[in-house]
């Protein structure tokens, strides 16, 4: 599979979320109620941690659960409503031949697809296997290989199907995630920000903690959204939102090699939840030519 995504796009501004009738069917009376978007959330390569994101929303899960109808998500109920579905959240990277083909049908039954969490929209953290022989790796670990269906690589859904929005983080933000839904109900763009994390350090008053302590700290080329968790509690960040629009990675880790990072700490520093990003596997891949 290639390692090139597809477009992303974004929902248009007169996007209807409204189930479309069957062709056959009889045509509604004027007043009778509406039918609520159908929402369906599927798993791939993860650790459900975006999942419960959803179901952690605690206050806002019943207003949710009041403008969609939840079809699918094992999650959290065995009933099932079949589709098409008016809006999808994948979570989990593509991982196998299987997974490749279900992601196929998934695309073809939703009207609008958001990957939600660095799995599914940067290969997450078994992304790993990316710079490594997945081959070496299962004659080691497991007795029978022949038995497993594995790919060398594990990569985003938008290298497979086109997405129509990405929403990062490991896991991925409750307000973050409320927004889209609100925004695919409405019809708009999410607005979702692309800036670093040092923006919510500053918000936030934190002691930028790579300039105080020069502590190692990804928070200058990290998109916002944890609210600058870890820079708050005194630990640099560890990129788990991803690259921010326009990630300086060279010059970030220029600082950190002047800090005395050993060059192969560096191209570790870069493969973490995100390590499947363009920018982070790039920069990553520089220091692992120089690492001894």
Known sequence: MTESPTAVRTPDAGLSMKATPDPGSSTPEA???AARPTLAVWKFASCDGCQLTLLNCEDELLAVAERVQVAYFPEATRAVVAGPYDISLVEGSITTPGDAE???QVRAASRTLVTIGACATSGGIQALRNFADVGEYLSVVYAHP???ATLDRSTPISAHVTVDFQLRGCPIDKNQLLEVLSAMLQGRRPRVPSY???VECKRRGAVCVAVADGMPCLGPVTQAGCGALCPSYHRGCYGCFGPQDTPNTASLA?????????EVDVMRFFRTFNAGSQPFRVQSL???EVAP
């Open 286 to 288: 520089t220091h692992e």
């Open 146 to 148: 022949a038995y497993l």
């Open 196 to 198: 670093s994390v040092c």
């Open 31 to 33: 007043d009778a109620p």
């Open 254 to 262: 220029e600082r950190l090699r002047a800090h005395g990072m050993p």
């Open 102 to 104: 279900r992601i196929q």
